[in-house]
T-cell receptor, first 113, second 114 residues
Framework: KAGVTQTPRYLIKTRGQQVTLSCSPI?????VSWYQQTPGQGLQFLFE???????NKGNFPGRFSGRQFSNSRSEMNVSTLELGDSALYLC????????????FGPGTRLTVL | AQSVTQLDSHVSVSEGTPVLLRCNYS??????LFWYVQHPNKGLQLLLK??????LVKGINGFEAEFKKSETSFHLTKPSAHMSDAAEYFC????????????FGKGTRLHILP
């Protein structure tokens, strides 16, 4: 089976812009979770989607949003980018909701200038 | 409140010597426990998992971990470190059917000295 894929792998944006990141889960996996990883804050949970519904949400402002499509692919959107949004954004998929056993993609490195 | 604590943010060992990465969790419930490894600029990879079967769990690359309920610990060990083990390691606890929470530790960076 193909692993979790994330596109793009690298992205450079300027403050105030918006960005959309994409994640394709492993075939058959219905749960997709998103994480933000920075040197200062470490790994932080953004949200989880399961069967097209947001099931869990971390403590992030409303500028961070996501969705999941019927084929389980997911997108994450960040509006009005701030410098502090520069991070590695990781997507993980799982066959079950809220499972600690997740399969991670390689991440999207977002740089906000 | 449920939590997971990785007691060391950095650990340095010499190549060929044992590795010990410590993880403690707090909970009244029986958790599932996981260790993940992240190499530089890569995603996380599952090393091993404990889900209420054998308390000594063997994972990939020679790593293993022992679930000790009395100590609420799930320490990761390896008998002999290799240079390729240099990475960041995350301890994760999940509580199925209990608020559906997954909690990541803050990570331990493992340095291997030649």
């Amino acid at each position: 089976k193909a692993g979790v894929t994330q596109t793009p792998r690298y992205l450079i944006k300027t403050r105030g812009q918006q960005v959309t990141l994409s994640c394709s889960p492993i075939s058959g996996h219905r749960s997709v979770s998103w994480y933000q990883q920075t040197p200062g804050q470490g790994l932080q949970f953004l949200f989880e989607y399961f069967s097209e519904t947001q099931r869990n949400k971390g403590n992030f402002p409303g500028r961070f949003s996501g969705r999941q499509f019927s084929n389980s692919r997911s997108e994450m959107n960040v509006s009005t980018l701030e410098l502090g949004d520069s991070a590695l954004y990781l997507c993980a998929s799982s066959p079950r909701q809220s499972s600690g056993e997740q399969f991670f993609g390689p991440g999207t490195r977002l740089t906000v200038l | 409140a449920q939590s997971v604590t990785q007691l060391d943010s950095h650990v340095s060992v010499s190549e060929g010597t044992p590795v010990l990465l410590r993880c403690n969790y707090s909970s009244s419930y029986s958790p599932s426990l996981f260790w993940y490894v992240q190499h530089p600029n890569k995603g996380l990879q599952l090393l091993l998992k404990y889900t209420s079967a054998a308390t000594l769990v063997k994972g990939i690359n020679g790593f293993e971990a022992e679930f000790k309920k009395s100590e609420t610990s799930f320490h990761l060990t390896k008998p002999s470190a290799h240079m390729s083990d240099a990475a960041e390691y995350f301890c994760v606890v999940s509580y199925m059917n209990r608020d559906d929470k997954i909690i990541f530790g803050k990570g331990t960076r493992l340095h291997i000295l030649p």
